[in-house]
């Protein structure tokens, strides 16, 4: 990873499903890294605050690139709101339901990052279809085969993977 350059932007796409956290860092129209995390089948967190959970990675991807300027895209108009409430310095972000603390801590992390690491954010919201993290969240149905009720998840997924990889 070379030293950024002063005048350098830096897009940063994020995006969250029911399966995955997907995020992509972009420079000069090229993608330098792109990471997925694959959700626990359990998680039963709001999307919201996971699609937070995907800025929040990649901002620190970004930070590793050493990016100062960076350009947050994400295609959850909630979040896109939220994370431009801590860029803009609004001081009560509007938040509601049973979620309340766990996305106030989330876009403290969001504030604090930008102020230790002096970022430079801009947050834009973008169509689902145009975001380049949406594919790192996906995965194709076949794929996902769920388990038999003597067969434990782990197998199921060694079995789904076999499968998917005997039929390419």
Do not use: Y
Request: include cysteine.
């Amino acid at each position: 990873r070379g030293p950024a350059t002063a005048d350098s932007e830096f897009t940063v796409w994020c995006d969250a499903s029911n399966i995955a956290i997907g995020v992509a860092v972009e420079k000069d129209g090229c993608i330098l890294e792109d990471k997925a995390w694959l959700r626990p089948a359990n998680d039963k967190r709001h999307i919201n605050v996971i699609e937070l959970e995907a800025a929040i990675r990649g901002l620190n991807l970004a930070v590793r690139w050493k990016a100062t300027k960076i350009w947050l895209m994400t295609d959850s108009k909630t979040a896109a709101s939220w994370l431009r409430d801590v860029v803009h310095g609004v001081q009560r972000t509007r938040v509601k339901g049973l979620h309340v603390t766990v996305v106030l801590r989330r876009l403290q992390i969001v504030e604090d990052m930008i102020a230790t690491a002096d970022l430079n954010v801009s947050v834009v919201w973008v169509e689902s279809r145009k975001n380049v993290a949406d594919a790192l969240t996906r995965v194709p149905a076949k794929w996902l085969m769920k388990p038999q009720e003597d067969q434990p998840a782990a197998v199921a997924a060694s079995a789904a993977a076999a499968a998917a990889a005997a039929a390419a």
